[in-house]
């Protein structure tokens, strides 16, 4: 593969980046325009967004080595995600829209439930931050991982090397255009992914000649991969195996990255649409990676990659004409800086605005608040590089454990606010705090095979109402406010 033709590609892509964090500098004034776009997104930015900041370059490279390790066996991940996605836009979107708009107009997760249970003792406001940043250290060190991935396999750099070029790419835009930078990316980022994947397995079939060959390849390599009730060494899928990968599904519910494009969509009225267009671009993105990955069982044989999360990348060079090459290849770089910038605005806005104005400096001004949030970014980011830079870690390890992590910590917190009265603050912090312990410690002992976001989401819930049946009812001023807001719905 010509690596000038494919290098020249990277860098328009990344000049057509920086521009787009150019154009929306000059149009943050404040912070609720770098954390939230001034809640100006319409439905299709707004779906695209979420769905490129969700799907990260796990979807290119996390997903489809899966998919290619494992046979049919992936597909309950991907059957657990798309129904999370749906019942997410369909649950929580608007209800968090309208409440998160209702309860002093909160811009970030902590700052919603500080408000909406009038939280005095901002306990809830820090412990949720404090979660948020340590997540999301582990969910932006899986986006360098696999910018290191990338730069390495097509550009022969050294893995340290590369991991500290997509840093300083992903940092650049987020630093100065925030949250609209973030959205407009997304859109373009979220197109190109969607391509990419639709091409390459199609690509890789017309040069087999088709699936029936594909299919062939599988059975010869291992018989096992085509089953949906069995793993790669053909012992049976139990229950505990089915209901790990399914589960993957509730970690939308507390996705802090995700859950900022339902507060910032700029009418609850352009949620429907917006619902219908990030199913729609999910389901086929999940579909086409899946098939990546087991096309490139046939395509590949005996003779493999070595690493199965290179897999798109290994099919792109194998493929494509280089000029192509070099674009589809961005669109892998696209998946990492459409999570990563999106990872890192929501920890620099924890900062900003959970821990700074909250704790040391109630009078801060906007334009100090928007600075502290760019440096934010900059911390965190390497803070993230620091933990990418072990080359033995893999993209759906590090991506797992945080999902998990948000999921447990966030989910159930977000949706009994939404929908039940008599939640209080001291049920929201047992949940939070339940949650997330949890998933660490789960993870930490492995027990029973269980993925960790099932019992943390399960005893994040029971924590939640047993806590807040054993202590007071929330206020009369916080129980006037659920009414009024669920009579808009």
């Known amino acids: 593969m010509n690596i000038g033709v494919v290098s020249v590609t990277f860098l328009i892509y990344i000049g057509i980046m920086l521009a787009l964090g150019y154009v929306a500098y000059k149009r943050t004034t404040n912070l609720s325009d770098y954390i939230l776009g001034g809640r100006s997104l319409g439905p299709g930015t707004a779906a695209l967004s979420a769905g490129a900041s969700d799907m990260s370059g796990w979807l290119l490279l996390g997903l ?89 396999s097509t550009f022969g750099m050294g893995y340290t090397i590369a991991v500290v070029v997509g840093t300083i790419a992903i940092i650049s835009y987020t630093f100065f255009g925030g949250f609209l930078a973030v959205s407009w990316t997304d859109v373009i980022q979220g197109l190109l992914m969607a391509a990419a994947l639709v091409i390459i397995p199609i690509m890789a079939l017309n040069s087999m000649g088709g699936w029936g060959e594909a299919e062939a390849a599988m059975a010869a390599s291992n018989p096992n991969l085509l089953t949906f009730f069995t793993d790669m060494d053909g012992d049976a899928l139990g229950f505990v195996a089915i209901i790990s990968l399914l589960g993957w599904g509730l970690g939308y519910f507390g996705q802090p990255h995700i859950l900022a494009r339902f507060k910032a969509i700029k009418s609850d009225a352009a949620l429907p649409l917006a619902r219908r267009i990030a199913v729609g671009w999910s389901a086929l993105c999940l579909f086409a990676a899946l098939m990546t990955g087991w096309v490139g069982i046939g395509y590949f044989g005996e003779a493999g990659i070595g690493d199965a999360e290179t897999v798109f990348l290994a099919l792109v060079q194998a493929l494509m004409h280089p000029l192509v090459a070099g674009i589809l290849l961005a669109a892998v770089l696209a998946a990492i800086m459409s999570t990563a910038d999106s990872q890192l ?59 998990a992590g948000f999921g447990a910590a966030f989910g159930p917190a977000i949706i009994l606010s939404l929908f039940w009265k008599r939640m209080n603050r001291q049920g929201a912090l047992a949940g939070i705090i339940v949650g997330g312990v949890t998933v660490v410690v789960w993870e930490y002992l492995g027990l029973f095979g269980l993925y960790e976001i099932i019992p943390g989401f399960i005893f994040a819930t029971i924590a939640i109402v047993v806590v807040s049946l054993l202590t007071p009812e929330p206020e009369q001023a916080v129980q006037d406010t659920f009414d009024d807001v669920a009579s808009r719905y």
């Not at 998919?67 to 209800?95: D, P, Q, Y």
């Not at 409440?99 to 902590?110: C, I, Q």
């Not at 582990?138 to 990338?150: D, E, I, M, P, Q």
């Open 345 to 403: 605005l929501v920890s620099s806005s924890a900062l900003a605005e959970d821990f700074y104005k909250a704790l040391f400096r109630k009078d801060a001004t906007q334009e100090q608040l928007v600075w502290v949030g760019r440096f934010a970014v900059v911390g965190i980011a390497l803070l993230a590089l620091l933990f990418a830079l072990d080359d033995e870690s893999t993209v759906l390890g590090l991506v797992s454990y945080a999902w």
């Open 64 to 152: 489809p080595g899966y998919a290619m390790a494992a046979g049919f066996e992936a597909s309950w991940i991907a059957i657990g995600l798309l129904l999370g996605t749906w019942l997410n836009w369909l649950v929580v979107s608007r209800r968090l829209r309208v409440y998160s708009h209702a309860v002093n107009d909160s811009l970030t997760l902590p700052a919603y439930f500080e408000f909406r249970f009038a939280d005095k003792t901002r306990m809830l406001r820090v412990i949720s931050a404090v979660f948020i940043l340590l997540f999301f250290l582990f969910y932006t060190s899986s986006g360098l991982v696999a910018a290191g991935k990338l730069f390495e």
